[in-house]
């Protein structure tokens, strides 16, 4: 079945720092790619989202690009801020299902 | 209410005892996903109903697990004669049709002592 790698952390920015967090996926057919973050006490929510080679998601200053020949999808900040300290998780749909495969996930914290 | 809804927010069980987590998704939401997050785990698939039926319940660990929907609304997630290793946050997610995302409850956090 479809399967996410992505950073594990966690990982440790100061305010205005360039962020990115590596995914790679293993999938048959053509899915869709997502991030979502759950923030300090809340529940999971969906940062952005891609579903064909090329798409580019964006939200909140956060953009990813899904690519096909590379099979990865990349999440980057150009500045992050103390607000944006979160888990964030990668993850790809399974071909031919309504199953959404998340990764492990990954601890951000950005110092002020 | 506004969003997906899961009781009790924390559970504390004895070894070997039964527990039932409530999911009450989104009004209209016809998916419901079932998923487990332990830690350095990320999050597991359990279980998917779409209306009542249940098309893929391949993430359910054993046959302790089950689940059911009634009325295309509520879900009980029941885990049977419970062990330490199920210790861990059950998350619910619901969404409507089409490529819509998932929206997420805030998870039970479940301690088998």
């Known amino acids: 079945g479809n399967s996410v790698t992505q950073m594990e952390g966690p990982v440790t920015l100061s305010e205005e720092a360039f962020l990115t967090i590596n995914c790679t996926y293993t999938a048959t057919g053509y899915p869709s790619l997502f991030w979502y973050v759950q923030y300090p006490g809340e529940g999971l929510q969906l940062l952005l989202k891609?579903?064909?080679?090329?798409d580019k998601g964006s939200n909140k200053g956060f953009e990813a690009t899904y690519r096909k020949e590379t099979t990865s999808f990349h999440l980057e900040k150009g500045s992050v801020q103390v607000s944006d300290s979160a888990v964030y998780f990668c993850a790809v749909t399974q071909g031919g299902s309504e199953k959404l495969v998340f990764g492990k996930g990954m601890k951000l914290t950005v110092n002020p | 209410g506004a969003g997906v809804s899961q009781s009790p927010s924390n559970k504390v069980t004895e070894k070997g005892k039964d527990v039932e987590l409530r999911c009450d998704p989104i009004?209209?939401?016809?998916?419901l996903y079932w998923y487990r997050q332990s830690l350095g785990q990320g999050l597991e698939f359990l279980i998917y109903?779409?209306?009542?039926?249940?098309?893929?319940k391949s993430g359910l660990p054993s046959d302790r697990f089950s689940a059911e929907r009634t009325g295309g609304s509520v879900s009980t997630l029941t885990i049977q004669r419970t062990q330490q290793e199920d210790s861990a946050v059950y998350l619910c997610?619901?969404?409507?049709?089409?490529?819509?995302?998932?929206?997420f409850g805030n998870g039970t956090r479940l301690t088998v002592t």
């Open positions: 009004s209209g939401h016809t998916a």
């Open positions: 109903f779409q209306g009542n039926s249940a098309p893929d």
């Open positions: 997610a619901s969404r409507g049709s089409g490529a819509t995302p998932l929206h």
């Open positions: 891609a579903t064909k080679a090329d």
